[in-house]
């Protein structure tokens, strides 16, 4: 694997650490706010500073990222088994299952743009990270299902799987144990690209004020409250490390997603 | 040529069917609403009648579908054609919206009155990302495989990476509270879009700049090259006079699927630097004044305006390059 995919799989490693021992990391608690130390820049009591309503910046990113990971693996959890499923029934039995799963579903979302769609449903339904977590499981699925239906037409006409049949074993098993193992790559592939998606749409949604509402400590909330012309002014780095940390979850996540990709199917590996 | 016009009508069916979702969407989810939009309208203290007044006014009285269930009325009952989902059918089609829920201004003037400064934005943000993306997609396929081109590929990879709403309050930094060169926010003068284009082309630069780079190397490899510099011409006429040419036919596709994404992620653009296109109608006064017609509305050009930026580039490519027809 690339060198930059091994900098986004020791980052995630990272990543999962703090947000498991969030607790233990924190130097101060995440929402006592402190008028008398607002605007601080970093310093030994404050590591990151301190924002416009005093809070202690480092201690917010570092909860912040227990939102950002929950929200992507619920939602690459979910609409994974979703898609997955879905795509494998598609292509397996064909049909008017198929008819409208890539005829009409695929079709129709991949002429939609997503994050307007999570903005519409979130926009009906209230914002809140559970609704946040559903839109995005609604416009996540069918890309899993697209890969994994893919996979599906092209195994089903192998030997083994030909052999399998002939040996009387059953759909699901076929599906289960032949089909799915080779199909298993690119879904991971698309899991980690998800994940970058899931993360990045998290932020994008509470940074507009749709998704977790503020007092948590969302990176995209973090960096809305960071971004009026006063804070700017006096404290530029309340901006500066939410946003920092989203770039490099989201970079982390890509990179990881192409080395595996590189990694995975040889015939594109460059050199 | 059968081919082709089946081709076609079944493009447009597919336009119709997303057409038809979008618009069912939008009617469908406004239902989800959690309470009464006439009460988050007028607040806890309307009397009954101002509430069936409202209701009245924009339809709401009215049942919301073909058919409706309730336990009272005896399980699924038959609403027949006068249901909301056919009168917001019958508005579009005589190109109305309904009226916003506040102001009662039509929601179509409202969106026609924003939907200038957003395809400005849109189109600033498509030039900033061409002008950025050739020369160092062509200057990164020339150099493949050396530190150059790794180098570019890292920075473009992190341009990709970098959300909008983290690249926007930096260019804010910068270019406005640090060196104080353009404003911060607002659309006023030519300046005031530079900042807002910069940061809705970012991502697509870094995106394109790695588009160019391969169809350059792809190019570079093709016999017609050769010949070129076999008859002694430059390498900077071969390069662009011959490569890009053909070279490009594929970045043109994703410009214009971009120009869809552009239209979309211009709403948290325009929401950073208070550029009053669609997308700051939508979030501003829209969702977070719970005025569910302009969401509609909102929801429904910006979709729309996206669908057939698509089909549009989609036939534009194959016009362009006939090897993918027959495909």
Known sequence: MNRLAVFGLVFIALLVLVALFAPFIATHDVGATNLAARYLPPSSAHWLGTDATGRDIFSRVVFGARISLRVGIVVVAVSGLVGVVVGALAGFYGGWIDRIVSGYVINVFLAFPGLLLAIAMVAFLGAGLNKLILALCIIGWVGYARVMRGQVLKVREYDFVQAARALGARDWRILFTHILPNAVQPLIVQASLGMAGAVLSEASLSFLGLGVPPPAPSWGVMLEEARDLATLQRAPHAMLAPGIAIALTVLAFNFLGDGLREYLDPRQRRR | ?327
């Open chain 2, 1 to 327: 040529m059968k081919h082709k016009l089946l081709d076609i009508a079944r493009r447009l069916l597919i336009l119709l069917l997303v057409v038809w979702t979008v618009v069912s969407l939008v009617t469908v989810l406004i239902e989800l609403v959690p309470g009464d939009p006439a009460t988050a309208i007028l607040g806890e203290q309307a009397t009954p009648e101002q509430v069936a007044q409202f209701r009245a006014k924009h339809g709401l009285d009215r049942p919301a579908f073909f058919f409706s269930y309730s336990e009272d009325a005896g399980g699924l009952r038959w609403n027949g054609w006068e249901n909301r989902y056919v009168d917001y059918w019958r508005e579009i089609l005589h190109g109305d919206m309904g009226r916003s829920f506040r102001t009662d201004r039509p929601v179509v003037d409202l969106i026609l009155s924003r939907y200038g400064a957003t395809i400005e934005l849109a189109v600033a943000a498509l030039l900033v990302a061409v002008v950025i993306a050739i020369p160092l997609g062509v200057v990164a396929g020339k150099n493949r495989g050396n530190l150059t081109d790794n180098t570019l590929s890292v920075v473009a990879l992190v341009g990709i990476s970098l959300p909008s709403f983290v690249v926007g309050p930096l260019l804010i930094y910068v270019f406005a509270v640090w060196l104080g060169w353009l404003d911060p926010s607002g659309r006023f003068g030519w300046s005031s879009i530079i900042l807002p284009a910069l940061t809705l082309g970012s991502a697509l630069s870094a995106l394109l700049t790695r588009m160019v780079r391969s169809s350059v190397i792809e190019e570079l490899g093709e016999d017609y090259v050769r010949t070129a510099r076999a008859k002694g011409l430059s390498e900077r006429t071969v390069i662009y006079k011959h490569v890009l040419k053909n070279g490009l036919i594929p970045v043109v596709t994703i410009l214009g699927l971009q120009l869809g994404v552009l239209l979309a992620g211009a709403i948290i653009t325009e929401k950073i630097f208070n550029w009053p296109g669609l997308g700051l109608l939508l979030v501003d006064d829209g969702i977070n004044k719970r005025d569910y017609r302009i969401v509609q509305g909102c929801v429904l050009v910006i979709s729309v305006t996206y669908i057939f930026a698509n089909t549009l580039t989609d036939m534009i490519y194959r016009w362009l390059d006939p090897r993918i027809r027959v495909s």
